[in-house]
């Protein structure tokens, strides 16, 4: 709590700091395209939930009730909420917390909020679902050190609990592992971070954010590049960068196997901050005006750098304070509640328009086309005409394949031998998605 009181007053102050600063008009920066931004930053009107996991109202108040029971953990008094507290925007306010060993976990505890539209989980994504992710807490051995049987036997025991399963999958009523993960999931993507005053700014009310915020924006958008990965309403872009922070952590690399992947952590969502600093995978920085001081000044520069950072950030002391303030207003001013908004099964890649090639670029981190139909036999061709290095990857049922580093200028050609969908997604930047329907040559006509 210490913190929060802390990180508020320090808004308070900067704010006043820059009501000084801003007494001069210098560092004005370029107009801003309200209408455009107003779209690119519109919220959803829903919340995407997998065709395997439908949410219910009883679902999710058991994954409510089995995130705050300590029973899922081996000592007995650790629960999800130990360290995803909620009114610390569902992390810990600590840099990184003490393990059941008491020597500090590797990495900072993430905040919870928007985890629905997530396309991958842990800072360096190693989880696919929220469901897989559930399961690994409780049997890590520095977090709950959990033996996953004897907590379901515990909570078996109880008849409260057995009722709660029962309602929430009346289909098969088990207490089991999949159940719970399953429960766990759905309340965790009930965690939807509310409105703030920057988005009654995004509906239309120019009067929401001050001159200073707006010019913060502005920034955030046009010369400091922030967008270039903290975009749409969530504020991030799903994939994985190195932003230059020191430390030996290797993130998204030893995962996929790829060193141009090494130092790359999964963008944050920029909802909800102010609650739940210190800040990164690690915890190094304590708060928004280090985040911008890091971008602007303490950028390591090495191979590994993501290639969406600007080259070079010049930032005057105004214009810090301006990013600073923009960001504040992506929190609610009271410890936030989670919004309500219903959810929506929906499935993987089905907006593209289908196109008959057989040739795909990737330039600015996109398949163009998204989504395409070949015919069985026919080769996959995917061009690596971007400057970032990618990694292309199918991981279905019927198929799996794996670039490796694909290097600028390089082309990956995958072969289908069998009829089917497949979703072609990026390792790197899991946002890239391309789905191929591979067609039987004997279709009828
Ligand atoms: C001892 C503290 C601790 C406990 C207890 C804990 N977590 Fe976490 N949680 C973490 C840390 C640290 C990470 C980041 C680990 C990493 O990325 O390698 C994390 C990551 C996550 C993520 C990934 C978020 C993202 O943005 O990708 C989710 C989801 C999550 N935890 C849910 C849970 C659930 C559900 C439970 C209970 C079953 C739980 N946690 C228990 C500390 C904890
Ligand atoms: C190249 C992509 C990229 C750009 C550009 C970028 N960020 Fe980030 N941002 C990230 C990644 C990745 C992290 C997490 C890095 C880590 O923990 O190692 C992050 C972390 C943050 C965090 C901490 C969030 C948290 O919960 O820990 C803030 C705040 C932030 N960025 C703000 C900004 C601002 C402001 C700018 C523009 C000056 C900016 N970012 C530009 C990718 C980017």
């Known amino acids: 709590m210490r913190r929060v009181g802390f990180a508020k007053a320090g808004r308070v102050l900067a704010g006043l700091a820059l009501a000084t600063i801003l007494g001069g008009a ?23 939930t997998p065709p395997g996991n439908p949410a219910s109202p009883d679902k999710v108040a058991l994954g409510a009730k089995l995130f705050d ?11 999800c909420a130990t360290c995803h507290q909620a009114d610390l925007s569902f992390s810990d306010g600590i840099d990184r917390h003490p393990g059941l060993d008491g020597q500090p976990l590797e990495r900072r505890t993430p905040p919870l909020w928007n985890l629905a539209w997530a396309l991958s989980f842990f800072w360096d994504g190693r989880a696919e679902s929220l469901e897989t992710q559930a399961i690994e807490p409780i049997e890590n051995t520095r977090e709950m050190a959990g033996d996953l049987d004897r907590s379901l036997q515990a909570l078996s025991a109880d008849p409260q609990m057995r009722k709660a399963f029962a309602s929430a999958f009346p289909e098969d009523p088990a207490v089991s592992r999949a159940n719970m993960a399953k429960a766990l999931a759905a309340f965790q993507r009930t965690l ?31 010369k400091a590049a922030c967008v270039a990965c903290h975009k749409g309403w969530r504020f991030t872009d799903d994939a994985f960068h190195d932003i230059g922070l020191p430390g030996d952590d290797k993130g998204r690399g030893p995962i996929l196997g790829i060193a141009a992947a090494d130092h790359a952590f999964k963008t944050p969502s920029l909802r909800e901050r102010v609650w739940s600093a210190p800040y990164m995978h ?12 890091h971008y602007a000044d303490r950028v390591i520069r090495r191979p590994t750098l993501s290639a969406d950072l600007p080259q070079h950030l010049d930032l005057s002391a105004t214009e810090r304070a301006q990013l600073v303030a923009f ?7 009271d410890p936030p509640r989670p919004a309500s908004i219903p959810p929506k099964a929906m499935a993987f890649g089905t907006d593209a328009e289908v196109v008959a090639t ?42 799996s394949f794996n670039s490796d580093a694909q290097n600028p200028g390089d082309t990956v050609t995958i072969g289908f031998d069998r009829a089917g969908h497949y979703d072609v997604i990026c390792g790197i930047h899991p946002e890239m998605r391309l789905s191929v329907n591979v067609e039987s040559a004997q279709k009828e006509k």
Request: hydrophobic fraction near 35%; aromatic fraction near 6%.
């Open 26 to 48: 210098a560092d004005r920066p370029a107009p801003l395209d309200v209408e455009h931004w107003r779209k690119a930053f519109a919220r959803p009107d829903h919340a995407p």
């Open 69 to 79: 029971d300590t029973r899922l953990s081996g000592s007995g008094d650790v629960a």
């Open 192 to 222: 939807v971070s509310p409105e703030t005053r920057f988005d009654r700014w995004v509906k239309g009310d120019d009067a929401a954010l001050e001159p200073d915020e707006i010019a913060g924006l502005s920034l955030f958008v046009g």
């Open 282 to 293: 690690d915890g190094s920085l304590a708060s928004f005006e280090d985040v911008v001081d």
């Open 327 to 333: 960001l504040n207003t992506l929190s609610s001013n």
């Open 358 to 399: 057989s040739t795909v670029s990737q330039k600015d981190r996109r398949f163009t086309p998204g989504a395409v139909v070949l015919t069985v036999g026919e080769a996959l061709r995917i061009l690596n005409d971007d400057i970032r290095v990618h990694n292309v990857r199918v991981d279905g049922p019927d198929k």
